[in-house]
């Protein structure tokens, strides 16, 4: 299902001498593309789970809700505070990009968010859209370069495939439900109620 294992993802750049390490850590970044309901947000709240379980500072949002948080702020002069806030975390998770195409300006904030965090922090971002497609949630093909210059530099792209979760479970009651209708009808003695 997944191309990597999480123990073989690490947010920190691991092939460096463990002094090298100390002096300098390059974050690592993972963003994980597959269709709707095949556990990418599921893997990124895990990995941040496991990061906050190691005392990193972690923020999970929805892209959308970033950009709304962004915009707002940018309204009421407090945009330089949130970027500071954003620029101490260790990783941030960006769940859902390209559910929902973003304004100009909203495109243009979370790309400095994105920059700011280019090196310093590690950024796991998931998304049903393929690379070729983010011009559609972003706007600017020169932004939409720009922002995944600086995301797939130092990434672990995985491609998350198969069938919804959800859409697996739903047919899974369905059939239940079905068979319990069925056994239901038979201990009444009603003729069979037929599968559709």
Request: hydrophobic share 35%; glycine share 8%.
């Amino acid at each position: 299902m997944y191309s990597k294992g999480l123990h073989q993802c690490p947010l920190e750049d691991s092939n460096q001498p463990e002094n090298a390490r100390e002096k300098r850590q390059f974050p690592k970044s993972v963003i994980m593309i597959g269709n709707p309901g095949t556990g990418k947000t599921h893997v990124a709240t895990a990995l941040g789970i496991g990061a906050c379980a190691r005392g990193k500072r972690v923020l999970f949002s929805k892209v959308t809700e970033l950009v709304t948080h962004l915009i707002e702020a940018r309204e009421e002069r407090q945009l330089t505070r949130m970027k500071k806030q954003l620029a101490r975390l260790d990783l941030l998770i960006l769940d859902e990009l390209g559910y929902v195409p973003t304004s100009k300006l909203g495109a243009e904030l979370l790309f400095d968010v994105i920059s700011t965090a280019y090196e310093r922090t590690s950024v796991i971002v998931t998304t049903n859209l393929p690379f070729e497609n983010w011009t559609e949630v972003l706007g600017s093909e020169r932004l939409t370069g720009a922002t995944l210059d600086r995301l797939t530099h130092r990434c672990h792209i995985l491609e998350v495939t198969g069938e919804s979760y959800r859409l697996q479970d739903a047919r899974r009651r369905r059939r239940r439900e079905t068979k319990s209708t069925r056994n239901r009808a038979q201990k009444m003695g009603k003729p069979n109620v037929p599968g559709r």
